[in-house]
T-cell receptor
């Protein structure tokens, strides 16, 4: 069964500190993995996409890593800001042999709170 | 503004009523989705339409009926509302069903059933 598990469930950090969020998945065959940020009361917004051949990708203060062998991804946030307070959702897409619909599995999310 | 917009943003209603949520996207995408986000913030796919054709119908009670009049619109009608239907419903779109692109979400519609 395709699953995506994230840890920790919630996290509180001081402004300016770094943090790392984890995502483990069992989705197969793997197509890609996206990290989404969901602000309170808003819809999720994509931060970055990781494909099979990519190990690391940065988007400003966000750096995502992917280890396709161990089926793990992480999202590292550097020099956190109050505006980073949100839920971060790991979403893994399965590859379709027919080129049609690709099943998408959502993680349960990590709720990050950055405090002054 | 180019976006996925859904209305209403908030909906409070009594058990047993029928209600609809509307969604429109002006991104030119072919595929639209309805997701349900429960109190634990877990997003679960309900339906997906590609060019007005239903392609995903997860195990959702048949009280939920999606309708896509054209590829830019996907509405969700719910009959005989139950307490367990209380959740935030997100509409989303993506360029086409087989791509590796991202999902573009609306702001969500918070449904509260009393």
């Amino acid at each position: 069964k395709n699953q995506v598990e994230q840890s920790p469930q919630s996290l509180i950090i001081l402004e300016g500190k770094n943090c790392t969020l984890q995502c483990n998945y069992t989705v197969s065959p793997f197509s890609n993995l996206r990290w989404y940020k969901q602000d309170t009361g808003r819809g999720p917004v994509s931060l970055t996409i990781m494909t099979f051949s990519e190990n690391t990708k940065s988007n400003g203060r966000y750096t995502a890593t992917l280890d396709a062998d161990t089926k793990q991804s992480s999202l590292h946030i550097t020099a956190s800001q109050l505006s980073d307070s949100a839920s971060y959702i790991c979403v893994v897409r399965a590859r379709s042999a027919s080129g049609g619909y690709q099943k998408v599995t959502f993680g349960t999310g990590t709720k990050l709170q950055v405090i002054p | 503004d180019t976006a996925v917009s859904q209305t209403p943003k908030y909906l409070v209603t009594q058990m047993g009523n029928d209600k609809s949520i509307k969604c429109e996207q002006n991104l030119g995408h072919d595929t639209m989705y309805w997701y349900k986000q429960d109190s634990k913030k877990f997003l679960k796919i309900m339906f997906s339409y590609n060019n007005k054709e239903l392609i995903i119908n997860e195990t959702v009670p048949n009280r939920f009926s999606p309708k896509s009049p054209d590829k830019a619109h996907l509405n969700l009608h719910i009959n005989s509302l139950e307490l367990g239907d209380s959740a935030v419903y997100f509409c989303a779109s993506s360029p086409r069903v087989s791509n590796t692109g991202e999902l573009f979400f609306g702001e969500g519609s918070r449904l509260t059933v009393l």
